[in-house]
């Protein structure tokens, strides 16, 4: 996994890398709303969104992974300078993750994936994943049209069988898994083209 050096300055990642404020806004409003025990996030970054995750529901447990030590060391920082307390940051890539951390977790009420804008990756980590799943998990997949092979990696996520409803935000998805649906639909939202401005 790539690590931050100074031609990829903290300055490009905040402009390529982090979450948009009306999504962190958004991920605030859902814990809230769903009020999650278990939260996984991959790709912390500079840990923006994760406190934005924290902050939602203090009740909650946010596991956050990220590969890149300096990234890791900058958002760990910035957790103890907010106080927050409901955070266990791994530094790791997602595949030692998965192998060693992740059989230690009972079930997942809600997933953030950020970290590899890549198809067969994305896919790999959602099938990885699903065994700790249960009938309210959330999955948020971010940048679904980051590439048109992140898209096919998307509409592939939303044709697997145990997924009931779809939301296409175009920024970022969202997959639920309920069997309280009646019938399998996936929906689109296209939200004000202002939203998608960095600047507040």
């Avoid at 490009?12 to 859902?30: D, G, K, T, V």
């Avoid at 992974?65 to 791994?90: H, Y």
């Avoid at 959330?138 to 939303?158: K, Y």
Wanted: with cysteine; hydrophobic share 40%.
């Amino acid at each position: 996994m790539e690590t931050l050096s100074p031609e990829r300055s903290i300055s490009s990642i905040a402009r390529h890398s982090l979450s948009l404020p009306f999504q962190c806004r958004f991920l605030f409003r859902l814990m809230k709303l769903v009020n999650p025990v278990a939260v996984i996030e991959f790709g912390t970054s500079l840990g923006i969104a994760t406190s934005y995750l924290a902050r939602g529901n203090q009740g909650s447990q946010i596991i956050t992974v990220e590969g890149d030590p300096i990234l890791a060391s900058m958002a760990g920082e910035l957790f103890i300078q907010q106080d927050i307390k409901n955070i266990r940051l791994f530094n790791s890539t997602f595949e030692d993750f998965i192998r060693m951390e992740l059989p230690q977790i009972p079930t997942i009420d809600l997933v953030f994936l950020d970290g590899n804008h890549k198809s067969e990756p994305l896919l790999e980590y959602y099938h990885a994943l699903k065994p700790f799943f249960n009938s309210n998990t959330i999955v948020v997949v971010d940048d679904i049209n980051w590439s048109t092979d992140m898209r096919q990696g998307w509409i592939a996520l939303t044709e697997i069988p145990e997924v009931t409803q779809t939301v296409d935000c175009y920024q970022f998805g969202m997959l639920f898994f309920s069997g309280d649906f009646l019938n399998k639909e996936n929906h689109s939202i296209r939200l004000p083209l202002k939203a998608f401005s960095h600047s507040k």
